[in-house]
Nanobody, 122 residues
C-alpha cells in the first residue's frame, strides 16, 4: 500500500521557520520523485518544490526560491521541505505527492498525503 505521510506543520510568526517531512512507503525513490504542493483556502493546489532523491535534482517554483529548501534522506525514505522567512501568504495545507521532475519542470504522477497545515501569523 502506498502511503505518504506529512508532518511538521504548525503555527509560526512571520519571519519564522518550519521543516516539513514526507515519509514515503509502498514505493521507492527509484519509482517516483517527490514534490511538495500547497493549497490555500479558496485556491487551487499549486506546486512548491520537487526533488529526484536518486539524482539529487531539484526544482523550485518562484514562490519558493531563496526561502525554501527541499532535501531527502534516502535511508529513511523521507523528503523534507525547510521553509525559512515565512510569510502570511504561505499559509496553506501542504501536501507531498509522487512526481516526475527535472530541473525545469515537475509533473504530478499520482498519490497524495493527507496534508499538514501551515499557518503564518503577521
Amino acid at each position: 500500500e502506498v502511503q505518504l505521510v506529512e508532518s511538521g506543520g504548525g503555527l509560526v510568526q512571520a519571519g519564522g521557520s518550519l521543516r516539513l517531512s514526507c515519509a514515503v512507503s509502498g514505493f521507492t525513490f527509484d519509482d517516483y520523485d517527490i514534490g511538495w504542493f500547497r493549497q490555500a483556502p479558496g485556491k487551487e493546489r499549486e506546486k512548491v518544490s520537487c526533488i529526484n532523491p536518486t539524482d539529487g535534482i531539484t526544482y523550485y517554483m518562484h514562490l519558493a526560491e531563496g526561502r525554501f529548501t527541499i532535501s531527502s534522506d534516502n535511508t529513511k525514505n523521507t523528503v523534507y521541505l525547510q521553509m525559512n522567512n515565512l510569510k502570511p501568504e504561505d499559509t496553506a495545507v501542504y501536501y507531498c505527492g509522487a512526481v516526475y521532475t527535472t530541473t525545469s519542470r515537475c509533473l504530478w504522477r499520482g498519490y497524495w498525503g493527507q496534508g499538514t497545515q501551515v499557518t503564518v501569523s503577521s
